[in-house]
């Protein structure tokens, strides 16, 4: 079952129990309005990855800044945000099994549904499945750029995907899923242009022998908050798929961040609040929140804006923080804010959203109280 | 909302949807027999740790096999677990914050509830909160045994905490929490013995302060799968709170498990399935579980009878199986066991438990659907 909130609305911040999922209302506006400010002076399509924030309430509000759908990667998250009101879903990822293709074909029933094929056989599976719910799926051949994950080799490869995809009366080829996931985290421009130099020249050699079969891409869909100004400038990619622009994570803060010094400033929107339990120490002290918290596949969290504390150690239900020399230890019953690590799985942990306006001044107070509405939506 | 569950009862193995957490049941029932009958002849009492499991139906099972109840380490799981019929539920773990404590003492009311303190300011909330209810708590003062966490220093300090819970009416005075959690996962016996023998010197100095101060332990609690052995034969510890031997998981499998040769041997109970959704390449396929699907703390989950397999650089939704040289490849739509590095934070990660009986023949087959009741219990 749902766990109960961990706040009540209008109620000021510190009352906000713990562990929960806030969110600086504020700085993700911020976030959001340049992101697509940005993608839209580059002349560009933006289709925001929900996989980041799971959420038909952001999703609604991305959409209302200009964004003409969006992404997730599994047909669970696709129901939960189509229940939720959004219209327009790519599952930007491949789709394996006879029950969730039944599922997402009875979901392209209700909203454009687009999917990404890398398997051959996956496309008959595919065409079949829409036929017997009677609805059509939009198919994007996904290309490995570099990421050694999913997709076919660039090249002349897609053209025979292209046409297995045309011969279907319940599919419509629509073009290039071209992402690459690494290059987000690389931590210097050099190394991102170098990586997104080499998939742009991967993806304009398939869009060439695309092109030349007689193939047009409607879609070349790709980039994340890392590099999007790179895809987005390149002539080649015309759909940009950024997610944790909203809400920024203390890996990405870890990116030398500068495109030409042009790159825009996204701010950390997505804190978890944790309580001090245990002072018995004037080295570390111990805070409510662990694994099952945080998701620290990519880094422990920092602690926000008190230097000299850092979290350490995490078990599952607890964390330590260790206190450097000369920094002010805090107080039993003290809360403390962390800036995780990786904020999409970190999301996945919680089942609510505890939006805060005025973060961070002594008017801050719960405004919102959003569900986590594809939490868990693994299928 | 929770996820639909990923298979229906009575169903073939092979028709269970991925990513899914998968029991094999036989294996779960010889793994409680087994530590029952461990433990028992030990001559203590068992309070397994639901921190694992958070089911109620699991918590039933094990109080049927003799277990006086259940621990489990936050408000919410233990709100969840009541819900589900558990009667006897000790917190193993500190609470703080005046919602927590008005929950918590508002559980009293309806079943037995133990919790842990290691602050004195905490013992005062505590009471006011259980006279608010119109409850009784339990209250056991928490020791640091070596896991440098939680607990204050062994000795004579404890006599301060238990003639404060005196003083309290709506309190009752429990004993002690000494669990050692670092030691369960100390590679050889000699480390475990080590680490344990150094607690349990401290447990008896503490013992033996509050007994010259004319203050009984009623239950000295702790030990994990890793070392119940050690804590139950002591003399010193009576209640044992094992939690992982349900399930094991692949750390816990690195674990050199011989105490005198006399250790039992736990089997791997609890796996993820899932599918190969990508298959481009010789050297590596790709599957649908990654961070949202396994918690990756204790390292990367084991292949299961698959040699020469391999799960390596997970992403949100993805992992890459490597295949070694001469080891037969996966083939694309084929459905891989995965064994946890850490089961109980991967157990949060679900909602649905899928109980397989006569798991790994050819007659395997669904027999349950257990929901994870208190996953994203945090508060």
Redesign the interface.
């Known amino acids: ?4 909130p ?1 706040a009540e609305i209008g109620a000021p911040f510190f009352d906000i ?4 999922l806030v969110i600086d209302l504020d700085a993700m506006e911020r976030n959001m309005a340049l992101l697509a400010a940005r993608v839209k002076a580059l002349g560009v399509r933006l289709r925001p990855h929900a ?1 980041t924030h799971k959420s038909a309430i952001i999703a609604a509000k991305q959409v209302a800044l200009g964004a003409v759908g969006i992404c997730c ?2 047909v ?1 998250e696709a129901e ?1 945000l189509a229940a939720g009101g959004v219209r327009d879903i790519l599952v930007s ?5 006879g ?2 293709l039944a599922r997402l074909a009875a979901l392209a029933r209700q909203i454009k549904i687009g999917v990404c094929v ?2 051959l ?1 996956q496309v008959a599976l595919l065409n079949e499945a829409a036929r017997q719910a009677g609805s059509r799926i939009d198919v994007l051949i996904e290309i ?1 750029v570099g990421g ?6 660039p090249g002349p490869l897609a053209v025979t995907f292209a046409a297995e995809i045309a011969r279907c009366a319940n599919l419509r080829f629509g073009g290039l899923q071209a992402y690459h ?1 690494r290059a987000q985290h690389l931590r210097t421009p050099a190394e991102r242009q170098a990586a997104i130099g080499a998939a742009q020249r991967g993806v304009a050699d398939t869009v060439a022998h695309l092109k030349a079969a007689g193939f047009a891409c409607d879609t070349i869909g790709g980039a994340g908050t890392g590099t999007f100004l790179l895809e987005g400038g390149s002539g080649v990619w015309n759909e940009l798929q950024a997610g944790s622009y909203i809400f920024m994570d203390a890996d990405y803060a870890r990116n030398v961040s500068d495109e030409g010094g042009n790159a825009p400033r996204f701010e950390h929107a997505l804190f978890v609040l944790a ?6 120490s004037t080295e ?1 002290v ?1 805070v ?2 662990g ?3 945080l ?3 990519s880094g422990f969290p920092d602690v926000w804006q008190r230097p000299g504390l850092a979290y350490q150690r ?5 964390g ?1 923080i260790t206190v450097a020399a000369g920094a002010q230890p805090p107080a ?2 003290n809360k403390l804010l962390l800036v995780p690590g ?1 904020c ?2 970190t999301v ?4 609510w959203y505890v939006g805060v306006r005025d973060f961070g001044t002594p008017h801050a107070r719960v405004e919102t109280l959003w ?1 986590v ?1 594809a ?5």
Chains 1, 2 share one sequence.
Do not use: F, Y
């Open positions: 079952m749902p766990a109960l961990p129990d713990t562990p929960a996989k990667q599994k669970a939960a990822n491949e789709v394996v099994g029950r969730k890398d398997h056989d490995d050694r994950r999913c997709g076919i080799a996931g309580t001090v339990m245990s002072a018995t570390q111990v409510d929140a694994h099952k918290a998701s620290n596949d995490p078990s599952d239900e607890h330590i039993w019953g990786h999409d799985p996945n942990l919680h089942d569900p509405d939490r868990g939506a693994l299928g």
